[in-house]
């Protein structure tokens, strides 16, 4: 595979992993706003990475020269980038140059050279030639001082075009806090960048100092250096390669057919023979060998360059995603956090509603029946001491049965819609307390209501059986009580009351006993245990749901974990082994 070919397959591997963690993410669906802001904000996010490193990496496709080594002269204006450029035009017989000179039939070198005026290079120049037989393209970019703004469209394309990038400094000081940032903003960590060091002096310096014509590496120039060093490894650790330290102005006089117009540069150019004998003293005083011999080696390694390059380019799309990724989720962290925790009680909340209305349920039931078979035996035996005939006792018990038959019905009934309603607010307020979740409405859809109940007594017999066992007095007292009993007897024996009543009041004891107990065995397993589990599969679904909320978090927090570590193991592929093997 070419390296194009090795590029496209590479981001095409990223760009599916992004659009993976997004169809992810889009299949955890939360029933509270509070999660699926969360969510959203992680999937846009990557949407945006998506977009931007489409945009990158089709800029790289369209714009990359993948034929030859491009490198680019970037950094303050009157640093002396053009000059540089200018003295590679002359040494390596640039195509437009050598075409300018055979037109004009005079020397032109220096015109693309500024005059010290403020952002004198103002567009992007290409200038293609070979050393050595291998080709390779340089750039001259407009400065990163006055006014960069309006030209920043065409820095930025001059700098993605690039394999290498070297940074010019050219003030003989360190860079302030303003060009560093600016070198971090622009460079970022595309490719491989090195700083030139352009040393600036008057040419007059030469002439009167016979130790400034001994070395260009002063003791001052040594700790430039080092700062100027110090400054790139701080911004831009990953891809800076180190420093050059040259004088261009020197290099060029020593090599430049200057144009008859350029009187100025002309006589620098002859003091500067006078003062070191020779054109070849001077183009090896200014060290600018040392980066022709770099560019040599670059150029007939294109290839590398081009891979290390494009390595970077990829690198740096993985980076992006990784701290945009991380950063988002540790702003996110609090929010999360907090969710967890009113999850996790919210869910403990409606385990504890579940269990308290199921108990009230029943103890009400229960209660209810305890207080109508009382009424009925009271009833009953008010019935019984009427001075009426047998069957008018029958048709009483029989009328006091239906009502409070009826009655009791239509209290279970109360009871249970009742509950239900209570625990339906007690879940909304457990909801309502927790300020950010909002109840699932879903939920509500469930038939908790769907119970079927009927208690009705009429469908229990007395039997009238008159059967002796116990005294009067003891039917009677396990009956009505003590006090009531003695008010009983009272009466009794005020109005005289037969025997045969008496046996009935005594013999229907244990069967109003058998009545609460038939009603008590029935409400359990066919009114209370119904509405009971209904209650249960309510709590369960709510249960559920905050449980899936919780797990959806989870899922959320690994999906974005995920696509985190995926991310960094691209980037250890990428330099190690993914892509051209060097």
Known sequence: MSNKEIFVEKYQEFHQELENTVSELATL????ERFRKIRDSFASLIKDDMSQ?????????????????VI???????????????????????????????????????????????????FTTDYEMSIHNQPFTLIDVPGIEGEESKYLEQIRMALNRAHVIFYVQGNNKRPDEGTAGKIKLYLKDWVNVYSINNVKSNTEKYGFDEKARQTLFTDDIKELDKIVERAFKQNIPENYKGN??????????????FAPSNISMIKKQKKLQDFFGKKETVFAFSNFGALTNLVYQMASNFQ??????????????????????????KAEKDDITEYRHELEYLKKQINSQSETYKSYLSSEIENRIDISVAELQRAFIKCVLMDISEDKI?????????????????????????DLSDYDKKNHEAFANCTSIKKPTYIDQLPVRSYNMHIDLKDIPINLDFSFGHSIKETLENMVGG?????????????SIDSKKTRLIRHTSKKFDQIKTILLDSARKDIAKPVQDQISKKGTYLQDSVGKELHNIDELCQCVQSMISK????????????????
């Open 304 to 329: 590398e360059e081009i891979v290390e390059s494009n390595k970077h380019k990829l690198f740096s799309l993985y980076q992006r995603t990784c701290d945009n990724l991380t950063a988002r989720l």
């Open 483 to 495: 006090l009531e009993w003695f008010i009983l007897k009272k009466i009794m024996k005020a109005f």
């Open 394 to 418: 029958k048709e009483n018990i029989r009328i006091q049965k239906l009502r409070i038959s009826k009655q009791l019905d239509d209290d279970v009934r109360n009871i249970i819609d009742k």
């Open 244 to 257: 050059i330290t040259i004088q261009a102005l020197l290099a060029l006089c020593s090599v430049a057919d």
């Open 29 to 32: 669906y939360g029933f509270d």
């Open 53 to 69: 490193a489409r945009r990158e990496a089709t800029e790289s496709l369209e714009n990359t020269v993948w034929d030859r080594l």
């Open 567 to 582: 991310t960094k193991d691209f980037q250890k592929n990428i330099k190690s082994k993914g892509y051209g093997q060097i």
């Open 72 to 122: 680019a002269f970037f950094g303050e204006t009157n640093a002396g980038k053009s000059t540089i450029v200018e003295t590679f035009r002359i040494l390596f017989n640039e195509v437009h140059r050598e075409k300018e000179r055979q037109r004009k039939g005079e020397g032109t070198d220096g015109e693309i050279v500024g005059n010290g005026q403020s952002d004198w290079t103002k």
